[in-house]
């Protein structure tokens, strides 16, 4: 059913210990689209983002994905029914090569020939990647680092990608290159949600945004209403 929503929270709540980072919020991603999850510094985005990748248990309300409650599935679990995490700071695993770190991203399929076909896929998307297959993935720039933490996600044949800051520590032209990327992922049908700081970024690229403050969800809209509020661009826009 292409209209059911593939990922819904409802009333969500998220806690560290006593301390509750995200105090209920409610959002949905319908398949295909590109949401962004914007706001301040700990305003709970990343907590928000590994909840849904199963790393954080909730503390109440509902995470549906696909139309199913998956609150109690484990996160390998739910990276084989297609929900990948890119998390913040990448996740790289520096040791290992490129190739390595890339088909680590494929780690629970069996599918020999897919992977390989979708490896193929990577390369058209991420040139700069092929090129570097047997580099240590340490020894690479914080951009191409970016780009194989994207590429090892999408060995994973993900239909929900969540993306954690992908933008950090990178130079405007490498983000420009990111997002290229991220584009291109999203042309293939990927559904995407994308934390960002660089909120004016985030919200002329995506289809729909939410604003979270102190961890609740506080404005919602498309990318340009929200790029036009004065309350936005007083907040996180520097205006
Ligand atoms: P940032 O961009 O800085 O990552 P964020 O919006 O992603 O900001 P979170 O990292 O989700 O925010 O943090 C939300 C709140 O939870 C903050 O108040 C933070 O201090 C708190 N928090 C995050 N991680 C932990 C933890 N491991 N233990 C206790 N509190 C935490």
């Not at 109690?72 to 490129?98: M, W």
Request: one cysteine or more; proline letters at 4%; glycine letters at 10%.
């Amino acid at each position: 059913d292409a209209t059911k929503p593939l990922l819904q929270l409802r009333d969500t709540k998220i806690s560290y210990g006593a301390i509750e980072a995200v105090k209920g919020i409610s959002l949905e991603l319908a398949k295909g689209e590109l949401v962004s999850l914007i706001g301040a510094n700990g305003a709970g985005k990343t907590t928000t983002l590994n909840a849904i990748a199963g790393l954080l248990p909730v503390a109440g309300g509902e995470v549906l994905y696909d139309g199913a409650k998956i609150n109690a599935l484990p996160a390998h679990k739910r990276l084989r029914q297609g929900l990948a995490l890119v998390p913040e700071g990448r996740g790289i695993f520096t040791r290992l090569t490129v190739e390595e770190n890339l088909r680590m991203g494929a780690y629970c399929r069996r599918d020999s020939d897919a992977i390989e076909a979708d490896m193929e896929r990577v390369f058209t998307m991420l040139p700069r990647v092929r090129e570097r297959l047997q580099q240590v993935a340490g020894t690479l720039s914080g951009g191409e680092q970016q780009m194989v933490a994207i590429g090892r996600a999408l060995l994973s044949r993900p239909r929900l990608l969540l993306l954690d800051e992908p933008s950090m520590g990178l130079a405007p032209l490498v983000v420009e290159k990111i997002f290229e990327v991220i584009r291109s992922v999203a042309a293939e049908g990927v559904t995407i949600l994308l934390v960002e700081q660089n909120a004016n970024l985030a919200l002329e690229f995506s289809q729909r945004a939410y604003v979270m403050e102190s961890g609740r969800i506080t404005l919602t809209g498309s990318g340009a209403d929200l790029l036009a509020d004065p309350k936005v661009r007083a907040a996180y826009l520097g205006e």
